[in-house]
């Protein structure tokens, strides 16, 4: 589980974001991947991030935060890194929560091979939004307002569903209809050092008890 108090999403042990309700926690999901089929590879309503040949995978959280970091390994040892978070933080005084999921990607060895699967649902799955292109982004207009992907990413990769080999980081911001200010790889770094700062910062001022208290401040 990932979120802001504003939203929340469910990325399962292979990268897949499987279940996000956009904008708010009870609107329609736009990602239903977790009802789609017994181990949530329905193919529609996700947005996975996928390595080729995958081996193994590792997953947990930034210690005292809600980010969540996940690791894939194909079967010559190549690796891949997703970090996942919505983000939270204080930015000119006010708490900055939007309904936003943001996804950095970053090879671990070599240039493995990865593919980019972004299948956003409407009406319960029942449709398929529009789908728009710019010049570093994708808009998907559904029945409750528009989505928008930004990302360094080739576009085309992402539409087409090619595979890849990573040889840079990527970053995917997603959220609402609106431009990111500055680049995104850069803007996506600030907000994931920012959404940290700020978790660590929370969990510090919990008065939990010493029995179990790992536990306690993972689910608070």
């Known amino acids: 589980l990932i979120g802001n108090c504003s939203i929340g999403a469910?990325?399962?042990?292979?990268a897949r974001l499987v279940w996000c309700c956009l904008p708010r926690f009870d609107a329609d999901p736009l990602f239903h991947g977790l009802l789609d089929s017994a181990d949530g590879i329905g193919g529609n309503g996700t947005f996975s991030i996928e390595i080729?040949?995958?081996?193994?995978?590792?997953?947990?959280?930034?210690?005292?935060t809600a980010v969540l970091r996940t690791r894939l390994f194909d079967r010559l040892e190549q690796?891949?890194?997703i970090v996942d978070f919505a983000p939270r933080y204080t930015d000119h005084g006010r708490t900055f929560r939007?309904?936003?999921?943001?996804?950095?990607?970053?090879?671990?060895?070599?240039a493995p091979r990865v593919r980019v699967v972004l299948r956003p649902r409407d009406d319960w799955g029942r449709s398929v939004p529009t789908q728009t292109r710019g010049s570093n982004n994708l808009r998907f207009v559904h029945s409750h307002g528009v989505l928008r992907l930004t990302s360094n990413a080739?576009?085309?990769?992402?539409?087409?569903?090619?595979?890849?080999?990573?040889?840079?980081?990527?970053?995917f911001v997603l959220g609402p209809d609106e431009t990111l200010e500055g680049e995104v790889d850069d803007t996506a770094a600030r907000m994931e050092d920012a959404t940290r700062r700020h978790w660590r910062q929370w969990t510090r001022r919990l008065a939990v008890?010493?029995?179990?208290?790992d536990a306690v401040i993972r689910a608070a």
Do not use: K
């Open 209 to 213: 008890p010493l029995e179990w208290q």
């Open 10 to 14: 469910l990325i399962d042990r292979h």
């Open 154 to 171: 080739p576009l085309t990769y992402i539409c087409d569903e090619t595979v890849f080999a990573l040889r840079n980081p990527l970053s």
């Open 52 to 64: 080729a040949d995958l081996a193994r995978c590792e997953q947990q959280y930034d210690h005292g």
């Open 79 to 81: 690796g891949i890194e």
């Open 98 to 110: 939007p309904a936003q999921i943001v996804r950095r990607v970053r090879s671990l060895q070599g």
